[in-house]
């Protein structure tokens, strides 16, 4: 069964460089989530879009912007990058309208921010 | 202000026991509860989930049991297989903006000794 991808797996910047990260979900997943996690901590939520419209926000910094494509696809873009900003970034995707709204993670993409 | 906690960050079982992870939670307006096993360099992996109406919900060796008086769920694991060595995250769910945003647990670290 076809799994939500995520490019690149490894991604290295430098400081105040930018950074684009990419996510494709499951084929009919209409809901596509981003998650942070750094080293040693649990994932934690930065935003959301459903139908290609941004559906929530967490706590994500005002240097990243996300968006959702006609496709479904997602691209986080993080610019300024700082050496905080190194992480595991996972995608995850979603099909409303099921009970539970089920969460599916990508492989996740690790920036490392030197 | 931590919404789930994962009090053990590790635990060691028997090849063939009983495993059973704990998860305390503070907001009473989460509706799901979800299980997402997570192993070095992959994405969390779904394994169970409970609606906050129900108090069990078993699907093969897995089951979840969920104490709403308590603010307590836990997952059980029997008979637990090296195979299951991973680490654990227990996240709740809650509908925000058209979304249902997981908050996740710190983990708890798997091992199944032969």
């Known amino acids: 069964a076809a799994g939500v991808i995520q490019s690149p797996r490894h991604l290295i910047k430098e400081k105040r460089e930018t950074a684009t990260l990419k996510c494709y979900p499951i084929p009919r997943h209409d809901t596509v989530y981003w998650y942070q996690q750094g080293p040693g901590q649990d994932p934690q939520f930065l935003i959301s879009?459903?139908?290609?419209?941004?559906?929530d926000k967490g706590s994500i910094p005002d240097r990243f912007s996300a968006q959702q494509f006609s496709d479904y696809h997602s691209e986080l873009n993080m610019s300024s990058l700082e050496l905080g900003d190194s992480a595991l970034y996972f995608c995850a995707s979603s099909q409303t309208g099921g009970l539970e709204n089920i969460q599916y993670f990508g492989a996740g993409t690790r920036l490392s921010v030197l | 202000d931590q919404q789930v906690k994962q009090n053990s960050p590790s635990l060691s079982v028997q090849e063939g026991r009983i495993s059973i992870l704990n998860c305390d939670y503070t907001n009473s307006m989460f509706d799901y509860f979800l299980w997402y096993k997570k192993y070095p360099a992959e994405g969390p992996t779904f394994l169970i989930s409970i609606s906050s109406i129900k108090d069990k919900n078993e699907d093969g060796r897995f089951t979840v049991f969920l104490n709403k008086s308590a603010k307590h769920l836990s997952l059980h694991i029997v008979p637990s297989q090296p195979g299951d060595s991973a680490v654990y995250f227990c996240a709740a769910s809650s509908y925000s903006g058209g979304a249902q945003k997981l908050v996740f647990g710190q983990g708890t670290r798997l091992t199944i000794n032969p």
């Open positions: 879009f459903y139908e290609k419209m941004q559906s």
